[in-house]
């Protein structure tokens, strides 16, 4: 009897530790997509900015247009590069746009890596298309003929935005809330808070004016 205990003992402990191993990838992670928010020590760090900025070639994206280290083509950003704007992306372009493996580093550290097409983040995502990578995750909402989100929707992903969009990115009035709790209560142009509006900070204070591409008018 107590040889039938010890040899169901020993199978089930073979058992557990054959299904542990199935749930975990030969590299160690459970993650099966190439393309996720991923933590901040993996993003870009501080200490490798260049000392010297430069524009050696365009890059098509306002949000990185200030300096770019790389590959180029025709005077664009094509093949492996870095280009440092409001933000940093580091990774494959294609005619000026992120296009191919990258990583994008938000100013507040948080960040994307995975593939880009034409400039846009292939962030798991589901509903109409949303083009702010920070917003790309789940949209509910009205959509227009090319499926981008257009109208009256929510998207929710790292931040989150509920109000008008057009064309896929918000347009019109809406509030955007960042993860960190602070939130904007207003007009929007292109994805930026542009116009009338109210942002409330998490520790209490709030800034009440006209915006104009993101930046309080004083």
Not at 130 to 149: H, P, S
Not at 155 to 176: L, S
Request: glycine content about 14%.
């Amino acid at each position: 009897m107590f040889l039938h205990y010890k040899i169901f003992f020993l199978i089930s402990i073979i058992i557990l530790i054959m299904t542990n191993c199935s749930l975990i990838s030969p590299t160690g992670s459970s993650y099966t997509n190439d393309s996720k928010i991923v933590p901040k020590d993996n993003c870009f760090q501080e200490n490798k900015l260049p000392e010297i900025p430069r524009q050696s070639c365009a890059v098509n994206l306002a949000d990185l247009q200030a300096h770019y280290a790389g590959e180029c083509k025709n005077g664009k950003a094509d093949g492996a590069g870095l280009a440092i704007g409001k933000h940093i992306y580091e990774g494959q372009f294609v005619n000026g746009l992120p296009h191919g493996q990258g990583t994008w580093t938000w100013v507040d550290k948080k960040c994307f890596t995975g593939k880009f097409i034409n400039g846009i983040a292939q962030v798991p995502h589901t509903g109409c298309e949303v083009v702010d990578i920070r917003l790309r995750g789940q949209y509910i909402g009205k959509c227009n003929v090319n499926n981008q989100a257009h109208g009256q929707g929510k998207a929710v992903g790292i931040d989150k935005y509920q109000g008008e969009f057009f064309n896929g990115t918000p347009n019109g009035k809406g509030t955007y809330i960042w993860t960190n709790g602070d939130r904007f209560i207003g007009q929007f142009k292109n994805g930026q808070m542009h116009g009338r509006g109210v942002m409330k900070y998490i520790d209490g204070y709030d800034e009440i004016g006209k915006w104009t591409r993101g930046q309080l008018v004083k």
